[in-house]
């Protein structure tokens, strides 16, 4: 489909990558409780863009010992051209956005040359006492380029147990010795998987290997046998972290003193902790799975999503109630966790509060939303509650229909002298009320504005006024309310004017050929709009678009269009439902999507 | 109305402020200060800053030479949840072999009043400090205070000891945040002299000069008294970032300080600030400048020999030269105007920064018999040059100067996708300084010449007449063509999804011509389909479909900084509407005809048998526009969207 006639400088028809990995090698070996992973990375670079991949990073915790780096660059020939020094190598703190600190660092280098192709090798050796990942490996160096061949081997003492889990892989060869056992896995990846809308989650499609230790000391002695030993081990990681201050319980009591009911008490007790606490997260040492203790938040009023939870179950628990906390892998996107598979599998900590008519969910990071909302950051999926031998898995609610419902009204007062005015009003949920109720209490004004004017509408306009409420806090719900003129609505040729509807602010799905991955809606989708429009001017309206209804498995797009007088109003809904649809079925999806395309491309509406 | 009532409004809450008790007394806060629900003036003010007060001292260390003491305290309000990002504070300080900064005396205190009556202080415990590595040279000291919440008032103080005389600490009197008392105080010795720069403002609001006469000091043999400067700035408002600006760096209020000389003890004087034909003395025989140059120089005899055989003229070997080094060389995103490797080292990487890959192409035009020099300049993100002060730190990039007859020429060599003799955008920057010994040159950095953008388009119905086949082919030149080669970067998928996102469907033969002849116009064509607008008989076309700007670029209502397009722009469109058999042409859009100093656009319609001919025109005739001028350019651009969007009409006749 796709041809380029270039010049003769290049053919772009079938061409090369720009980079190519050869090798993808990982060697890990336990000794004496120590572990060493030795990585080895050839690749090949092609031509100038390739270059991307010329930079090279080791991501590492303080934990954890980065020797033996070397690196150079081979010509096809097998010619060393030159060799990584050692002072060309930067370390840095590795301090995500979301934190104020972590004891992880970094190390980067770049080499390159200038014929092409040329070949990188680059080796290093990992070493750590503490841990409880053995590996977590996958053929993908950078989903961008393809490996060639992949290899994963494993040298473990006969007698220490480990579990593994395969998927997409060969399994692996077996060599067992008097005291050692070796598995050994090979694979690639040789056709790219490219960026699709609504796709499952990666994790869910490339080959990987994870290899846990079944017994680990980390902290405290643990064991992946089940999800019950984990789920025991981290119990134990959690005790004694509810020293809540004397003064602290003291306010507790103040506060619920006329409370009825134990709703009313988690709700109240949730606000105390969004009115008093801060999201700052400090990462040291086993911080990375133990919360700091309730004392500690209750000094600084501040925490991490383990520490604010384990505060906020320690405030239940001292008002006689029980919460729980819950580990989760959060995200819009859903990363399914492997049930069948004991291990951290988590990156948020949630609170879960089974009551007896109630169930409640809190997420204890976020200021201002309501409690019982956890969002589309962890909603309906699996989250594990930690409880002691108790512990288990439970599903967090999912986003309904009505909960993602974005409604929105547009009023235009039609005018053939100027620019029309024009009203919206649109009432947001789901992960339109996360944005806007973030864009308000994170940003100044000058930057709410500012997004609004870049997002609002694509034509010539100004913004009269703007304003972004919420009339009940309670609700998942949030309202903007924007009153602006736009020019250029009403079109005029000759005797007639015509008005082009907006429409409907559709993904842009692959096309048919493009498509190869299933759909996954993680929640549904929903918008209710109206626009109605106000003539003036002695204009009526002369033709005006039909209704239209279409119903599909995948949802359903419905417009009725009612007239009086002067006002034309045409209202439209569209809903995608949740689900998982294989790909085969992606051709009646897109057609859903293509006949609402095909229904908004003929509305035009003529007045004279 | 609005702005008539907010005035009023400023002006009782600064009468209000008046009676505020803002103390500038480390650990004294009032309930007042904890009270203050909005920031007088300001009310969308997330956070302020109460005071701010830095003070730089020189104390004698240990290696009988000086330290620079910095201490700073400030207090900060926070409004709003939004503000509790103020009370996370990184400090950054430089620490190596040759500048070993350290901080110490780190305090910081939260202040909230409990209940709404009792005031509390809670104290930041040292152990929740952190450093941060950022690289080897650098580190940030990072901590967060504790108990902060909306309402809270904090307030923190550390000392930065430093051995480098060099760059006195500056002081930024603006936040993005409002700033109610900033004062730096510097106490200068005789043994250092410094001027300043104040950026963003007039004159300080107050200025206060005298000598300690307090306390007599002694250096070796000399004994002398702290000549105390103090810099006062009240009442700054927060700084708003507009876009279309060059760097936040330019606009900001801030007080840059340079060591000019240091005397020793039996009052010799160094020079450190020089002038302009003084520092292209010195750099010249810099390590990593002017030597750098030279040991470039003759390593490429062979190269430029064989290069010069297989060019008919000058500027065809100055174009291969400068293609040799972008072939060769690949430049790893940073900006300098010195060598960072030494020749050698950058001939074995293969890859060096904007100055080495630069210097190299220098020394190579120099050997193939050229007049050439360098011209050191400050690219747009790194700010303006400040031409009444000497100082070459202000710059962060050379390019290449060459006299060829009455014509000049500028060189790059770091950008592969720009014709040889045009530098890359993020240059054009004012003026840069042409390196010669003993002289002071400058030249303009804009290219005056407009960058075209072309786009030619073939319009006919299919069969049914509700749906259009277009052709289009867009021709880009200059800047315009820099552009799109960089997005587009000779990439299928990037090309596909440029053409995707103009929402055009079935879309076939895609092209690109002259991908890698920059001297030449880079060529996009492809075909798609687009719905059309068909009411009963008639059909409503957009000659120029989604070819087009829709959306006004310039949103705000006012302005307060230049708007800044770095480059003129010429835009052309002309679109040929094939009238299929059956239909005749209804209606056409009025012709249209501006032309002034600043803009121009001329719109023309033609109407053959069965074709319909559009063509319009337009013309940002300036790069740099006054902020007086931000209204009649939105306007401009507002004329210009409904006029190209504008439709035809075609009614089947029967």
């Known amino acids: 489909m796709l041809v380029l006639v270039c010049s003769a400088h290049v053919d772009l028809h079938g061409r090369e990558h720009d980079a190519v990995v050869d090798l993808l090698s990982k060697n890990i070996s336990i000794s004496g409780g120590k572990l060493i992973e030795k990585n080895l990375i050839e690749i090949t670079i092609n031509n100038r863009r390739g270059e991307t991949h010329t930079w090279f990073y080791i991501n590492y915790s303080k934990k954890e010992k980065i020797k033996n780096i070397n690196a150079w660059i081979e010509c096809p020939n097998g010619q060393v051209v030159r060799k990584l020094s050692a002072k060309e190598i930067t370390t840095s703190s590795a301090v995500s956005d979301f934190s104020l600190y972590e004891d992880d660092f970094i190390k980067y280098f770049t080499l390159r040359h200038n014929t092409y192709p040329y070949k990188i090798h680059f080796e290093y050796t990992r070493e750590t006492s503490d841990f409880i990942h053995i590996a977590d490996w996958t053929p993908i160096y950078n989903i961008k380029i393809p490996t060639q061949q992949a290899e994963l081997t494993v040298d473990l003492p006969e007698d220490f147990e480990v579990q593994i889990f395969e998927q997409f892989v060969e399994k692996p060869a077996a060599t067992n010795t008097s005291e050692r056992v070796m598995y050994s896995w090979n694979s690639g990846y040789k056709s790219l998987i490219e960026y699709e809308l609504y796709a499952p989650h990666l994790s869910t499609l490339i080959p990987k290997v994870t290899i846990v230790p079944k017994n680990f000391r980390y902290g405290i002695p643990g064991s992946f046998e089940s999800w019950q030993t984990f789920g025991e081990w981290q119990t134990k990681l959690l005790s004694g972290l509810h020293d809540l201050p004397p003064h602290e319980k003291m306010q507790i009591n103040a506060i619920l003193k006329n409370t009825s009911s134990q709703t009313e008490t988690v709700e109240l007790i949730y606000k105390y902790l969004q009115k008093n606490t801060r999201y700052i997260n ?44 819950t580990i989760v892998q959060a995200d819009d996107e859903i990363e399914p966790l492997i049930r069948d598979f004991p291990s951290m599998q988590a990156n948020h900590v949630i609170c879960f509060i089974p009551l007896e008519n109630d169930t409640l969910w809190l997420e204890c990071t976020k200021k201002s939303v309501p409690a019982n909302y956890l969002g589309t950051f962890t909603q309906g999926r699996y989250a594990f509650v930690v409880d002691g031998a108790g512990s288990k898995f439970v599903q967090t609610p999912a986003l309904t229909e009505p909960e993602v419902r974005n409604i929105s009204v547009y009023t235009y007062h039609l005018s053939t002298l100027s620019a029309c005015t024009v009203e919206i009003q649109k009432c947001l949920r789901g992960s339109g009320y996360e944005l806007f109720l973030e864009l308000s209490k994170e940003f100044n004004k000058q930057k709410q504005e500012e997004y609004i004017r870049e997002n609002i509408s694509s034509a010539d306009f100004e913004l009269l006024s703007w304003e972004i409420g919420q009339s009940n806090t309670r609700l998942p719900e949030i309202n903007l309310n924007i009153d602006m003129k736009i020019s250029g609505v009403l079109q005029k040729f000759n005797s007639e004017y015509i008005v082009k509807p907006l429409p409907l602010p559709l993904p842009k799905f692959e096309t048919l050929a493009k498509r190869k991955l299933d759909l996954v809606f993680n929640y549904p989708v929903s918008m209710a709009d109206t626009l109605r429009y106000i003539s003036s001017n002695n204009l009526s309206f002369s033709i005006v678009p039909g209704p239209v209804s279409i119903e599909t498995k995948y949802g359903s797009y419905k417009t009725i269009v009612t007239e009086t007088g002067n006002l034309l109003e045409i209202s439209r809904s569209l809903v995608i439902h949740a689900g998982h649809y294989p790909v085969e079925e992606y051709k009646a999806f897109y057609a859903f999507i293509q006949d609402i395309r095909d229904a908004e491309n003929k509305n035009v509406i003529v007045l004279k | 109305m609005r702005s008539i009532l907010s005035f009023t409004l400023t002006l009782l809450c600064s009468g209000y402020l008046f009676s505020q008790n803002f103390s500038k007394d480390y650990g004294k806060v009032t309930k007042d200060e904890i009270r203050l629900a ?21 104390m004698h260390n240990e290696n009988n030479s000086f330290d620079v003491v910095f201490e700073r305290s400030t207090k900060i309000k926070i409004f709003t949840d939004a503000g509790l990002k103020y009370a996370e504070i990184k400090i950054p300080y430089h620490q190596d072999n040759d500048i070993y900064e350290t901080v110490t005396k780190i305090e910081a205190t939260t202040y909230n009043l409990e209940n709404g009556e009792m005031m509390t202080a809670t104290k930041l415990d040292v152990k929740n400090t952190f450093t941060q590595k950022i690289n080897d040279r650098w580190n940030y ?40 008392y900033s004062m730096y105080r510097v106490d200068m010795v005789p043994f250092y002299q410094y001027t300043y720069l104040l950026q963003g403002a007039g004159k300080f609001d107050i200025y206060n000069n005298y000598e300690n006469r307090g306390l007599v000091r002694y250096y070796g043999p000399l004994e002398y008294h702290e000549n105390i400067h103090e810099y006062i700035m009240t009442d700054v408002p927060a700084f708003v970032d507009e876009g279309f600006i060059t760097s936040q760096d330019d606009y900001i209020i801030k007080l840059d300080f340079q060591l000019s000389a240091y005397y020793d003890v039996y009052g010799v004087e160094t020079k450190v600030l020089s002038t302009w034909p003084q520092l292209c003395n010195d750099i010249l025989k810099d390590d990593d400048f002017g030597r750098y140059i030279k040991s470039a120089s ?99 990039y050379i390019v290449v100067f060459v006299e060829q007859g009455d014509e000049i020429l500028m060189l790059d060599a770091t950008e592969p996708l720009l014709p040889y003799s045009i530098i890359p955008p993020k240059c054009i920057n004012d003026k840069g300084l042409v390196v010669k010994k003993k002289a002071q040159e400058w030249i303009e950095l804009a290219n005056k010449a407009p960058s075209a953008n072309n786009r030619n388009i073939f319009i006919g119905l299919n069969n049914t007449a509700d749906s259009i086949r277009a052709i289009v082919t867009i021709t880009t030149d200059g800047f315009e063509a820099f552009n799109l080669r960089k997005q587009l970067n000779n990439d299928e998928k990037k090309l596909e999804q440029y053409i995707e996102n103009k929402h055009y469907s079935d879309v076939s033969e895609i092209k690109t011509f002259n991908f890698f002849e920059r001297n030449s116009s880079f060529i996009v064509s492809y075909k798609g389909n687009l719905p059309v607008d068909r009411v009963n008989d008639k059909i409503y076309i957009r000659p120029f479909i989604n070819e087009t700007i829709k959306d006004n670029p310039l949103k705000q209502q006012d302005r307060q900084y230049p708007i800044d397009f770095t480059y003129p722009q010429m835009h052309r469109y002309s679109s040929m509407v094939l009238v299929p058999e059956g239909y005749t042409v209804e209606y056409l859009p009025a012709d249209v005809k501006i032309d002034n100093n600043n803009f121009s656009l001329t719109y023309n319609t033609t109407s053959q048998n069965n074709s319909v001919t559009i063509i319009a025109q337009y013309c940002f005739k300036k790069a740099v526009y006054e902020a007086d001028e931000y209204k009649m350019l939105k306007y401009y651009f507002a004329e210009l969207i409904l006029k190209l969007n504008d439709r035809i009409v075609l009614t089947k006749v029967e």
């Not at chain 1, 040291?284 to 309730?294: Q, R, V």
């Open chain 1, 282 to 325: 400090v990462s040291i040492g086993i911080g990375g799975l133990k919360p700091y203790p309730a004392s500690y938040v209750s000094q600084n009023k501040y925490g991490d999503c383990k520490a604010l939870t384990n505060y906020m179950v320690a405030l239940l628990a001292y008002a006689g109630i029980k919460g729980y906390y």
């Open chain 2, 298 to 396: 003759g390593k490429h005899n062979d190269i430029i020999a064989k290069l010069k055989t297989e060019s008919a003229t000058d500027k065809e070997l100055i174009e291969k030269l400068t293609d040799y080094v972008k072939a060769n060389y690949s430049w790893n995103g940073r900006n300098s105007w010195f060598a960072l490797q030494s020749f050698k080292e950058y001939q074995k990487t293969k890859t060096g920064n904007s100055a080495e890959i630069n210097l190299h192409l220098l020394s190579l035009v120099q050997d193939a018999g050229f007049t050439a020099y360098p011209v050191l300049l400050s690219t747009r993100d790194n700010g303006k040059i400040k031409f009444d002060f000497p100082f070459v730190h202000f710059f962060n």
């Open chain 2, 38 to 58: 909005q920031y007088p003036g300001d009310n969308s003010a997330q956070a302020a800053v109460l005071y701010d007060i830095g003070r730089s001292r020189f």
């Open chain 2, 141 to 180: 000291l990072v901590f967060a205070l504790p108990n902060v919440k909306a309402g809270s008032v904090i307030e923190y103080k550390y000392t930065l000891t430093s051995p480098s005389k060099f760059y006195l600490r500056d002081w930024e009197f603006q936040r993005e945040i409002p700033v109610k």
